[in-house]
Nanobody
C-alpha cells in the first residue's frame, strides 16, 4: 500500500508559477511509475505528466514546455513545476503512484486568475 500527500496548490496570476509536491510513504519500493492528473469543473479527468522509476517523463501536449515533472528518491517526493500558468490550468491536481494498482493523493487546488 502506498500513501500519497500533495501540497503546493494555491492562487496565482496568469503567467505565474507554482510547484506541486507529492510525498509517498508505505510500500514505495514497489512503485513503477508516478504522475499527475487534473480535473477542472465540468471537464474530464486528464493526464498531465508521468515519470517512471527510470526517470523517463511524458507530458500532455497542453503542458509541454511549461510544466516539468521530477522526483527525488531520497525524500520520496515527486514534483510538478508549473510555469507560464494559464487560466485554463485551473483544476484540482491529483498525484498517483502505480504499483500493483493505482494509488491516489487527495488532490490540491490550483487556481489561475486572468
Amino acid at each position: 500500500q502506498v500513501q500519497l500527500v500533495e501540497s503546493g496548490g494555491g492562487l496565482v496570476q496568469a503567467g505565474g508559477s507554482l510547484r506541486l509536491s507529492c510525498i509517498a510513504s508505505g510500500s514505495i519500493f514497489s512503485i513503477k511509475s508516478m504522475g499527475w492528473y487534473r480535473q477542472a469543473p465540468g471537464k474530464q479527468f486528464e493526464l498531465v505528466a508521468t515519470i517512471t522509476s527510470g526517470a523517463s517523463t511524458n507530458y500532455a501536449d497542453f503542458v509541454k514546455g511549461r510544466f516539468a515533472i521530477s522526483r527525488d528518491n531520497a525524500s520520496n517526493t515527486m514534483y510538478l513545476q508549473m510555469n507560464s500558468l494559464k487560466p485554463e490550468d485551473t483544476a484540482v491536481y491529483y498525484c498517483y503512484a502505480r504499483d500493483i494498482k493505482v494509488n491516489w493523493g487527495q488532490g490540491t487546488q490550483v487556481t489561475v486568475s486572468s
